[in-house]
């Protein structure tokens, strides 16, 4: 059975930093496209970044451009996502899914997905 079971999140002043886990299981995820996304309250779930496992080609939504990092940890089972410069418009629930395809900035284009860490980012 496919599990992913995301961690790290937390609550953390503006400017703050949280870096959150995805460990990945039952499946070979080196060859999987690995994305973050995150719903705020009231909000539909919006796309946050992606890695994909054909050279690690990196993509990020343009809101946390130049703030985040994806990556993917060394037994490639692990996806990583470092947040720096955090605002409260940051808070929201964020989630780690997983796709064979590309993936792309699309929810719909992912299978599967963890149950979300809550990020709250007080001001």
């Known amino acids: 059975q496919v599990q992913l079971v995301e961690s790290g999140g937390g609550l953390v002043q503006a400017g703050g930093s949280l870096r959150l886990s995805c460990a990945a299981s039952g499946r070979t995820f080196s060859t999987y496209t690995m994305g973050w996304f995150r719903q705020a309250p009231g909000k539909e779930r919006e796309f946050v970044a992606r890695?994909?496992?054909?050279?690690?080609?990196?993509n990020y939504a343009d809101s946390v451009k130049g703030r985040f990092t994806i990556s993917r940890g060394d037994a490639k089972n692990t996806v990583y996502l470092q947040m720096n410069s955090l605002k409260p418009e940051d808070t929201a629930v964020y989630y780690c899914?997983?796709?064979?395809?590309?993936?792309?900035?699309?929810?719909?284009?992912?299978?599967?997905w963890g149950q979300g860490t809550q990020v709250t980012v007080s001001s």
């Open positions: 890695i994909s496992w054909i050279g690690g080609t990196t």
């Open positions: 899914a997983a796709t064979r395809g590309a993936g792309g900035s699309s929810a719909q284009n992912y299978n599967y």
